[in-house]
């Protein structure tokens, strides 16, 4: 796995840097609860505000927004953290080989006695895996954080940890596409442009457009609708959450392994 380490030890300060800001942004989302914490007037206002509003913050009427679950829905898990941990795995995913081939670093790895598949394989795991352990920094924040606020009473752990591993999830889901993409084509923007036009639109689809209409079957080809379907800290796992998202992300492997393999490098 010495491509793999490579990887890891290249990003390790860059990955650091985001953990810190998953650590400092949980803390600072905890500490804010007591200020809300059994708040009747929340209520009232969501209830006068557009459908599209309430939507795009994962609001559930039957999970107050003045409870735990229903503030660490809406100010974390339905907002921020998937849609940074969206971001880092984009990035992450374009730059692991269309990155590296625009740089022109690929050509000089595949010179060593390594197989394009095993840097291919090993590069996805390293990139992931740093994902994987920035959520598992996020995930420890939370059930060491916010206890001292009271801002997780009524949540059980599982359903913390189930949570964060449905956020890993959508992450590796659009991570994945862009680490595809950027395989295929050799080149990192188109990587990143066109998985995030995917992540930006699926959150649309789900969150305001389907606020102001029925959007029928398209909903529900929509990641965003497997992880924000339900409010997994108040009502526990929701499996397609984390498993559709997965089987994708295999199904993206193989492609940008075929096509990977297939082309010339540029």
């Not at 039957?62 to 503030?71: D, E, F, H, K």
């Not at 959150?203 to 339900?230: C, N």
């Amino acid at each position: 796995m010495i491509v793999a380490a490579r990887l890891i030890r290249d990003r390790r300060w860059s990955t650091l840097s985001w953990a810190l800001g998953f650590v400092g942004l949980t803390l600072f989302t905890v500490a804010l609860y007591p200020s809300i914490k059994g708040q009747p007037s929340l209520e009232e206002l969501l209830a006068d505000l557009p459908d599209a509003f309430r939507s795009a913050i994962g609001y559930d009427a039957a999970v107050p927004l003045s409870s735990p679950a229903g503030y660490l829905q809406a100010r974390l898990f339905s907002t921020l953290a998937p849609l940074l941990a969206v971001v880092f795995a984009i990035g992450g995913g374009a730059r692991a080989i269309g990155g590296s081939e625009e740089a022109g670093t690929l050509e000089l790895l595949l010179a060593n006695p390594v197989t394009r598949s095993r840097v291919l394989l090993e590069r996805y795991l390293a990139t992931f895996g740093l994902l994987a352990a920035l959520l598992v920094v996020f995930a420890a924040a939370l059930l060491m954080l916010a206890p001292p606020f009271e801002a997780l009473v009524g949540v059980a752990a599982a359903d913390v940890l189930w949570a964060c591993a449905a956020v890993y999830a959508l992450g590796l889901l659009h991570g994945s596409l862009a680490f595809a993409i950027g395989a295929a084509t050799g080149r990192h923007g188109p990587a990143v442009a066109l998985a995030t036009t995917v992540a930006v639109a699926g959150y649309l689809i789900e969150t305001v457009l389907s606020a102001a209409g029925d959007l029928g079957t398209l909903r529900q080809f929509s990641p965003w609708h497997w992880y924000l379907d339900r409010n997994m800290l108040a009502e526990g796992a929701a499996p397609a959450a984390v498993l559709l998202p997965v089987a994708v992300s295999v199904a993206l492997l193989a492609a940008g392994w075929v096509a990977f393999r297939q082309r010339d490098l540029r």
